[in-house]
């Protein structure tokens, strides 16, 4: 049955080879493709990079011991493995000239560790044609909260090295207060900037930042970017509100062009300077 319905799937992908090539400004993103049914519907759909979580847990049909699955926390099950998630997606490409990119996020080492374990992931993630990007928050950020713990930055940047080819998506631990917020620190930066130095990472970087966070750090997210192989990536929780959306739209403004990508909800995203492609988003 599983069988049939992926199969299914690949038929509907054939088709979108035919649509013209997406204007960069437009990339687009899902965020947290967790089920099969997600998957289901952005593999069909026009988005260009998957956003998916990853935690140790268990399937629904629950017989197997604990495996990497996509779910975020606190949730420990899900409909699909990673390696269900990564095969479907792989196979997909593989028949469509418009390929999709994935955005993996491991919310724990166990999980990370697990999945690079496998020979299958290392062989499709390093071999792939399309962009592959491993995150995780290494690092504690603005308001984190007690109940997370970084991912350990030194033994996901190490495991990150068997995928050379893979961006590294590095972020912070943060939590949102929708009535005040000061944003990243200068330590904060500082300190994701000496950690990737100590681990010697030698693969292209971008920083997951928080849409409402990055509004008040403008000369924190400068000293980010003075590496010109470095991007930023903003991200934002589906409850964030308040922030001033027009400081956010100085920075688009001001940081050059390629090196920011924007995987806001929609509502956010309309209200940013990057409809037209007047800044910045690049694939
Ligand atoms: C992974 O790739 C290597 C090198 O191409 C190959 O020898 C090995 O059989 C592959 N492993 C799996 C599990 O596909
Ligand atoms: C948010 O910030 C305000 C002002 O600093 C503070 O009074 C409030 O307790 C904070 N709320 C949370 C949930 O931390
Ligand atoms: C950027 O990447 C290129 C190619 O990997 C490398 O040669 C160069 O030294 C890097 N620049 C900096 C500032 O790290
Ligand atoms: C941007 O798009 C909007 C609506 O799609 C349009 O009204 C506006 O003129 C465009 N601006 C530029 C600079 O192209």
Do not use: C
């Not at 409909?79 to 490409?93: A, G």
Request: proline letters at 4%.
């Amino acid at each position: 049955m599983v069988l049939k319905f992926w199969v299914l799937l690949g038929l509907v992908g054939l088709k979108s080879q035919l649509k013209m090539e997406k204007n960069p400004a437009k990339t687009s993103w899902a965020h947290g493709v967790n089920d099969r049914a997600f998957l289901k519907s952005s593999l069909m759909g026009d988005v260009d990079m998957l956003e998916a979580d990853i935690v140790m847990g268990r399937l629904t049909d629950g017989k197997e011991n604990e495996l990497p699955i996509m779910a975020h926390p606190p949730k420990q099950i899900s409909d699909l493995s990673l390696m269900e998630f990564l095969t479907v997606v792989d196979d997909f490409n593989r028949d469509n000239a418009f390929k999709k990119g994935i955005k993996l996020d491991f919310k724990s080492i166990d999980a990370f560790e697990a999945a690079i374990r496998s020979e299958i992931f290392i062989n499709i993630t390093s071999e792939a044609d399309y962009p592959v990007w491993l995150n995780a928050d290494i690092l504690e950020g603005p308001n984190a909260p007690s109940y997370t713990k970084p991912v350990d930055a030194a033994r996901f940047l190490k495991g990150s090295k068997l995928i050379p080819n893979a961006m590294l998506s590095l972020g912070w631990t943060t939590g949102f207060n929708n009535t005040h917020n000061s944003g990243y620190t200068f330590p904060q930066i500082e300190e994701m900037l000496y950690t990737i130095k100590q681990n010697e990472v030698n693969q292209p970087i971008t920083f997951a930042v928080r849409a409402g966070l990055v509004a008040e750090s403008q000369d924190q997210m400068t000293l980010l970017l003075r590496n010109n192989n470095h991007t930023l990536t903003i991200w934002s929780g589906v409850q964030d509100d308040g922030f001033d959306v027009g400081k956010l739209n100085e920075i688009l403004d001001k940081v050059e062009k390629g090196r920011i990508y924007v995987d806001v909800p929609q509502k956010l995203r309309s209200r940013l300077n990057i409809v037209n492609g007047t800044n910045n988003i690049k694939l």
